[in-house]
């Protein structure tokens, strides 16, 4: 825009050089822009607009970034080639995806088959507060599937999974607790975080919808929220225009454009994380202060089997068990140098966190006295959980070496 128009100062600072498009255009970047308008210019009045403002179609004009947004649009289609999904709607974390997807589908009176450890927010949500909107969770280990069918009921609208299982490297069976959601009339929504679509595609093995928090592998960066439901087309826009607009979890321009970026070197990091994960599995498993090693890529995982069918390859998660427990591994956190006393996962650096059983499992009300014994057998005192990054491997055992000597 020219200042030609004999506008004054103030009308020149909001609208001078704000013709965005066009400047794109003409500069033909190689990169996808940050597109951090909040309000696009509507469509004339006409059914582009209507589509515009009720989302009616999947791929509507932009009407205001809580809605849709064009770096958004670029990352959901980015993240949708990579599932190999119809359609995705990004949200501004994985918490935001989940209770997104959860409340779209689910509705007063309906019953919700969910996995009874899952990343910790996803079991408060499941067990504490969706009662709150009529809607009834049942908690079940998803790797027996024969629990999964015992709890189905006529009101059974959804089978949720979280394979693998954070903390504790659980797995589920997506193509089996597909074929029960099939027969139930129910959905099957897996998150997949932990793996990511590097290494495991539900969407092929007959779930309905995909969930992640891209704030971890995906990004890979640790410096942006982000999440993301896939699954069929109309699914997706029924998310956005039900729940999206009007839970308003809507993720920033600015992280989808990290997130972009970070995608763009995910299978090179993915390599590296699996590669120095499975070593520091190994190496763990042989040491003498520790109990043991939860990884789906070690023989001794007790779905190993399961591993080697549903992924193609184990991840960059580990967790472990260390003689001595809490107090061992307060130690151990304390000693450790390279390795950051953190939660969260899937950054470059190596995260270590820990989990006491008392606290993580006994302690809640929503999982039943015979279901905290089964999680124990799989935790027993606690578990600390190695998000394993990019380092050198030979840096990370010398640390972990020094940190339990
Ligand atoms: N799902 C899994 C498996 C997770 O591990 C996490 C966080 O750790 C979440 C969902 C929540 O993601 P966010 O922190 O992006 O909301």
Redesign the pocket.
């Known amino acids: 825009m020219t200042m030609t128009m004999n506008w004054m100062l103030e009308t020149v600072s909001v609208h001078a050089g704000e013709e965005p498009d066009q400047r794109e255009l003409e500069a033909r970047g190689l990169g996808v822009p940050v597109h951090m308008a909040a309000s696009f210019e509507l469509p004339e009045f006409g059914p582009e607009l209507f589509d515009a403002l009720l989302l009616e179609s999947p791929n509507p004009p932009h009407a205001y970034s809580r809605w849709s947004n064009p770096t958004l649009r670029a990352l959901e289609e980015k993240i949708s080639a990579l599932e190999g999904a119809e359609g995705a709607v990004v949200t501004?974390?994985?918490?935001?995806?989940?209770s997104a997807a959860l409340l779209t589908f689910l509705q007063s009176g309906d019953h919700l088959v969910a996995s009874e450890v899952?990343?910790?927010?996803?079991m408060e949500l499941m067990g504490q507060y969706l009662s709150r909107f009529g809607i009834e969770a049942t908690l079940v280990d998803t790797a027996d599937l024969e629990q999964v069918k015992a709890a189905l009921k006529p009101e059974t609208r959804m089978i949720y999974a979280?394979t693998?299982?954070?903390?504790v490297l659980r797995l589920a069976d997506i193509e089996a607790l597909a074929g029960a959601a099939r027969q139930a009339g129910a959905l099957l929504v897996v998150?997949?975080?932990?793996a990511g679509p590097y290494i495991q595609r539900p969407l092929a093995l007959g779930a309905d919808y995909v969930?992640?928090?891209?704030?971890?592998f995906l990004n890979g960066h640790g410096d942006a929220?982000?999440?993301a439901v896939l699954g069929p087309r109309e699914g997706i826009r029924r998310i956005r225009k039900e729940m999206l607009v009007h839970l308003g979890g809507a993720l920033s321009p600015f992280n989808a454009w990290l997130i972009m970026r970070g995608i763009s070197t995910y299978p090179l990091r993915m390599e590296r994380h699996c590669r120095n994960a499975a070593a520091l599995a190994r190496y763990l498993e042989g040491h003498p202060k520790i109990d043991r090693v939860i990884y789906p890529g070690l023989a001794s995982h007790p779905q190993h089997a399961l591993a080697k069918r549903q992924m193609a390859g184990f991840g960059g998660m580990l967790t472990f068990q260390l003689k001595g427990g809490m107090q061992a591994a307060i130690k151990m956190a304390a000693r450790l140098k390279l390795i950051k006393y953190a939660?969260?996962?899937g950054h470059p650096q190596t995260l270590v966190f820990y989990y006491p059983t008392d606290l993580y499992i006994d302690a809640v009300e929503y999982i039943n006295p015979q279901q905290k014994k089964g999680i124990r057998e799989w935790m027993g005192e606690g578990i600390a959980r190695l998000s394993v990054g990019l380092e050198n491997i030979e840096d990370l055992v010398a640390d972990l070496e020094r940190a339990l000597d």
Not at 92 to 98: D, E, F, L, N, Q
Not at 118 to 122: F, I, K, P, S
Not at 211 to 216: E, G, R
Request: charged share 10%.
């Open positions: 501004a974390s994985g918490m935001a995806a989940i899952c990343y910790v927010g996803t979280e693998p299982a954070n903390p998150d997949s975080t932990w969930i992640h928090s891209m704030t971890k929220l982000g999440g939660t969260s996962l």
